[in-house]
């Protein structure tokens, strides 16, 4: 019986969810509110309120979700003992353009989070979650980046700070305009070359450089 609740517990979660999700991806952020969730889910707010304190912990959870098909191939780009951490840093990248494309629910999370997400007065708990996730982000892109020079695979005086914010405001505006402007580009056939264009800028960039 325990275990039937629990299931049944975790059932509700993801029913919320994938409300939420819909709910963003029409509304906005800003202007969802959890009565709106609740309605699309089938549940009451009280259910809700179970399993997340708010809205904007409802919206990291959502956030999280896209993080786990990639997480093992980011580990080994980060990792020291990788013996080609760029290449896994480009295997990551050019599977999240794939993902990107071909999975709905990352397309449509990704939109919510590009476009629909406003940082308003009332959402800066919000912001601040998103400010936390960018600087994890770029210290995790430090890290690969210098393995990267510590095998020979980057320049030796590349100044691996600057390069992970470069690298980073690439691929992030690459998808940022994807998705406003899909037809203008094929981001699927093409994301080996645009992932090559930026890890060239890494290698042969002299701004980069120490």
């Known amino acids: 019986m325990v275990r039937?609740?629990?299931?049944?517990?975790?059932?509700?979660?993801?029913?919320?969810?994938?409300a939420a999700e819909k709910a963003f991806y029409k509304r906005g952020v800003a202007r969802t509110t959890l009565a709106d969730i609740a309605k699309l889910a089938g549940v009451t707010r009280g259910a809700i309120?179970?399993?997340f304190n708010d809205k904007a912990e409802l919206v990291e959870a959502m956030l999280e979700s896209l993080h786990e098909p990639l997480d093992a191939l980011a580990?080994?780009?980060?990792?020291?003992?990788?013996?080609?951490?760029?290449?896994c840093t480009r295997k990551l990248l050019v599977q999240l353009m794939?993902?990107?494309?071909?999975?709905?629910?990352?397309?449509?999370?990704n939109e919510i989070l590009h476009h629909k997400c406003e940082f308003t007065d009332d959402m800066c708990e919000?912001?601040?979650?998103?400010?936390?996730?960018?600087v994890e982000c770029h210290a995790n892109i430090v890290l690969s980046l210098g393995n990267a020079v510590k095998r020979g695979q980057l320049p030796a005086d590349m100044k691996p700070d600057r390069a992970a914010l470069a690298i980073y405001a690439y691929i992030d505006g690459l998808i940022r305009r994807w998705l406003l402007l899909p037809e203008s580009f094929d981001?699927?056939?093409?994301?080996?070359l645009?992932?090559?264009?930026?890890?060239d800028m890494l290698r042969l960039s002299p701004s980069l450089r120490k």
């Open 4 to 18: 039937r609740t629990k299931e049944e517990a975790q059932e509700t979660r993801t029913q919320i969810l994938e």
């Open 49 to 51: 309120y179970w399993h």
């Open 75 to 87: 580990r080994a780009s980060e990792s020291e003992d990788e013996l080609d951490p760029l290449g």
């Open 98 to 109: 794939h993902q990107m494309v071909l999975d709905p629910k990352t397309r449509r999370i």
């Open 126 to 134: 919000i912001r601040q979650q998103r400010q936390a996730s960018t």
């Open 187 to 192: 981001l699927l056939a093409e994301a080996e």
């Open 194 to 199: 645009w992932v090559d264009t930026g890890l």
